[in-house]
Nanobody
Framework: VQLVQSGGGSVQAGGSLRLSCAAS????????MGWFRQAPGKEREGLAA???????HYGNTARGRFTVSKDSAQNTLSLQMNNLQPEDTGTYYC????????????????????WGQGTQVIVSS
């Protein structure tokens, strides 16, 4: 599956951004999808994920501020990010997998087999 991201950019603290990720190819290959981010010098962090039944999973960083959603008809994953802060600055990635082993750890990078190209988010104070 190919994942193409859009959205991101620069915003002031307290602002909002929306990221999108369009998956091409078999819908089975993108049955489970998630969002990650990586700040310079840090490990890739799982933010939010959506399972095959529309179940959502959030990491502590995203919970309460970010909302993940999936349009199954369009095979598109979105991440609405509100109240962004400077520490949210980083490169954001979407990811997908077809394996139900995903349920063991939906927010772990190792649970995914396909990745988007990444998009920059810069939050200024």
């Amino acid at each position: 599956v190919q994942l193409v991201q859009s959205g991101g950019g620069s915003v002031q603290a307290g602002g909002s951004l929306r990221l999108s990720c369009a998956a091409s190819g078999s819908t089975t290959s993108s049955r489970y999808m998630g969002w990650f981010r990586q700040a310079p010098g840090k490990e890739r962090e799982g933010l939010a994920a959506v399972g095959n039944y529309g179940d959502t999973h959030y990491g502590n960083t995203a919970r309460g501020r970010f909302t993940v959603s999936k349009d199954s008809a369009q095979n598109t994953l979105s991440l609405q990010m509100n109240n962004l802060q400077p520490e949210d600055t980083g490169t954001y990635y979407c990811a997908a997998t077809s394996s139900s082993a995903w349920y063991r750890s939906p927010l772990a990078p190792a649970s995914y087999t396909s990745w988007g190209q990444g998009t920059q988010v810069i939050v200024s104070s």
